[in-house]
């Protein structure tokens, strides 16, 4: 019943997951995809956003007070089982991107309402889940769920069983997940149990 809008009402499930120590201490950062697009954003994140962050904030990395162009990329893969990515509809799409080009950045992964991992995105993420370079790698919670009236049903479900039959690395029940929501549709109040699912139970619980 929080009046305020979707922003405001995720706010105060985070506030509260906080208050309650529900979750463990967590910076939650909701940037929009804007300046390279979709399929570029990525890029963007390990470029601009996460340095900003880093630096800006105490956090695990260890880089708080110093310049963001001092972040390079490997202290971000030091500091990879701190950080989670996640993302809802279009958003989820991006995760997949983001699975698939920096899995030395993320250890957690949500897809809330899956997009379609489909073409050349598939192609790459199924060779770097291969790639036995990326083994040092670990997921360690990829969670994945949609609502059973959502449009995007069907292909969520269907991409997420492909890639448990095309790597090893995703292990159902143990590091990946997927939750079905009965009745619900592509919409805020299934999103909203997805952050709370994530933050909860299996972003950094794992």
Do not use: Q
């Not at 670990?138 to 890639?163: E, P």
């Not at 939750?179 to 709370?196: A, E, T, V």
């Amino acid at each position: 019943s929080y009046k305020g809008g979707y922003t405001e009402v995720a706010k105060c499930l985070l506030d509260n997951l906080h208050y309650y120590k529900l979750c463990e201490p967590t910076i939650v950062v909701t940037p929009t995809e804007n300046l390279n697009g979709t399929a570029n954003f990525w890029r963007e994140m390990e470029d601009y956003i996460i340095p900003l962050i880093e630096t800006r904030y105490r956090t695990k990395a260890g880089m708080y007070g110093r310049e963001p162009a001092d972040f390079k990329p490997g202290d971000m893969a030091l500091s990879r089982t701190s950080r989670a990515f996640a993302g809802l509809s279009l958003g989820s799409i991006i995760t997949w991107d983001v699975m698939s080009r920096s899995l030395d950045k993320y250890a957690y992964y949500g897809f809330y309402s899956g997009g379609t991992c489909s073409g050349d995105r598939k192609i790459m993420l199924r060779r770097t889940l291969r790639n036995k370079d990326n083994e040092i790698y670990d997921i360690k919670f990829a969670y994945h769920s949609c609502g059973t009236a959502d449009v995007m049903y069907a292909d969520h479900a269907a991409d997420y069983r492909y890639f448990l039959k095309e790597s090893d690395r995703l292990r159902e029940g143990e590091n990946t997940v997927f939750l079905d929501k009965p009745g619900f549709g592509h919409n805020f109040s299934s999103w909203i149990i997805d952050l709370y699912n994530t933050m909860a139970f299996d972003f950094f619980k794992h």
